[in-house]
């Protein structure tokens, strides 16, 4: 942190209706808005997916302010409004001040957000809160035309997003609620649950953890099983150095790295005895916005029986936050092999940070995949959680609250309007429902009868989603043009264009109703 700090201390927050806030909110759902004193976190609401507006001062560290509209939501009954803390502010960050006569309150935002991690974030019940599983894999557009996501293949795939505390319950099913609180726009298509039932002396994990879109390549989309995973017995980096300890827990200590440089670690494992099943597991997480020259996609090496290295094969980075990548390495080793050097890689402009290291030999099993559609789904706007942006030292950190938005982080142009868009994520034919900063879809899925005795369940989100970011916050950004599968880059140039029939064009005057102007 740098620059003078000066720390604001939390009061009472207070919030003030008027009809043209009113208005320019769209207050969506059942029920009225209540005098300002009934809106409170945790006070008892009617009318859930009701949106209230609530007025909030953004005071800027040079001592400026401007008045803006946030709201209040209601769900399950209950209110959920700004939260109130503590706020610093230096030289990168904006404080946030709820006005009104019973005092004021301030929240911290940092404007180093935009362009620094991005995708939309997904929270799930894990049996007594709503916790952050990870982001929706950055299927992004709005970036420069040079940018390696633009070298001429079809943009993008459906990302399958494990969600590893989410607690589905066989009767009443799961709720999972995806949040756009960051700088960008979010073009929403298609959304289902993917339950994966399994022995319970097993684990999955998905394929979609995985991005290569870099490198002008996709993988299919693939659950893998792994039984008894073990830790390297060594670890040492480029120069030496014993990184053991970074690389054997999942603890948010990654092991470090030369951030203008190529970084590589030599783990041991012991003799691999089943060279046909071999596979390496990395829990990572990938920073952006690292400046480099340079473009080398992550691959692995192994020593064969000369002592000489051996490329075995390249791999993708994670895609956005913690996720843990199979590298297959299935009857690719030399015999013997125990060596093996992992390359992070390098491209522009991200890095990979690596926390924990894992080697698996087990066969695969049989697994039952069951797809479900969600039985509700619903936009509303709720506000901006707090978050913190990915670091060389600590992944994403994102809690399920409420603050002010930040109208920097806005995007403009047509958004899908507030409501029911369940018919709109039943299908990935280009109808999106459009979420804007501070917007949030809650998904619902039905239950499902319990897995076999001895097998226990996991869950996956299939979203098809196009994000567009704002990479530069004194810079307008519009909805427009719509993204379109198949389309080669974007921007897009003739003859490529979104679909212009009668049903996409009825999905754009009926839907995509709510309008924003800079």
Not at 3 to 19: Q, Y
Not at 357 to 365: G, Q, T
Not at 409 to 429: E, H, I, K, P, Q
């Amino acid at each position: 942190m740098t620059g003078p700090s000066r720390i604001r201390n939390i009061a009472e927050s207070h919030s003030r209706v008027a009809i043209g806030a009113l208005l320019l909110m769209g207050c969506s759902g059942r029920g009225s808005c209540p005098p300002h004193g009934e809106m409170m976190t945790g006070a008892t609401c009617h009318g859930d997916q009701l949106q209230c507006p609530y007025d909030v001062t953004i005071t800027a560290c040079d001592g400026t302010s401007q008045v803006i509209t946030s709201s209040c939501s209601c769900n399950n009954g209950r209110w959920a409004c700004p939260d109130p803390g503590t706020a610093v502010c230096n030289d990168a960050s904006t404080s946030y001040s709820t006005s009104g006569t019973g005092g004021s309150s301030s929240l911290s935002h940092t404007g180093a957000s935009h362009g620094d991690s991005s995708c939309p974030y997904v929270f799930a019940w894990n049996g007594s809160s709503f916790e952050y599983q990870t982001d929706i894999e950055g299927e992004v557009i709005g970036l420069p035309p040079t940018a390696a996501v633009n070298r001429g293949m079809a943009l993008f795939h459906s990302s399958h997003v494990k969600m590893p505390t989410a607690a589905f319950d066989a009767d009443n099913g799961i709720e999972i609620r995806v949040r756009e609180t960051l700088p960008e726009a979010t073009y929403f298509d298609r959304a289902r649950l993917l339950v994966v039932d399994h022995p319970a002396d097993h684990e999955i994990w998905s394929s979609s953890a995985e991005s290569t879109y870099e490198w002008d390549y996709v993988e299919p989309f693939q659950v893998y099983t792994t039984q008894d995973l073990r830790p390297p017995l060594s670890a040492v980096d480029k120069d030496g150095h014993d990184v053991l300890a970074y690389l054997q827990d999942l603890d948010n200590t990654p092991a470090p790295i030369d951030p203008a440089g190529l970084d590589e670690y030599t783990v041991d494992f012991g003799t691999i005895q089943n060279l046909q099943y071999a596979k390496l597991l990395l829990d990572a997480w990938s920073k952006y916005k690292v400046p480099t020259t340079l473009d080398v996609q992550p691959f692995v090496e192994a020593m064969d029986s000369t002592g000489q290295w051996q490329k075995i094969r390249t791999f993708g980075p994670t895609a956005g936050d913690l996720k843990t990548i199979v590298v297959d390495l299935s009857n690719l080793l030399p015999s013997g092999a125990h060596l093996l050097r992992i390359h992070l890689g390098v491209w522009a402009p991200g890095r990979l940070l690596l926390d924990r290291i894992r080697l698996d030999e087990s066969a695969p099993v049989d697994v039952n995949l069951t797809y479900l559609e969600a039985s509700s789904a619903n936009l509303f706007h709720r506000g901006r959680a707090t978050t913190t942006s990915s670091t060389f030292s600590s992944r994403i950190v994102a809690v399920d609250d409420v603050i002010p938005d930040d109208p920097a982080d806005y995007a403009y142009g047509a958004f899908t309007r507030y409501g029911d868009v369940l018919g709109l994520l039943s299908a990935a034919d280009d109808e999106y429902a459009i979420m804007r900063h501070g917007d949030q879809i809650t998904l619902t899925f039905p239950g499902l009868a319990p897995p076999p005795d001895g097998w226990v369940r996991s869950l996956m989100l299939e979203a098809d989603v196009y994000y567009k970011v704002i990479l530069d916050p004194t810079q307008t950004v519009t909805v427009d043009p719509l993204p379109f599968h198949g389309m080669l880059q974007y921007p897009f140039t003739a003859p490529q264009a979104y679909p212009s029939d009668a049903e996409h064009q009825n999905y754009l005057q009926t839907f995509d109703t709510r309008v924003f102007s800079p």
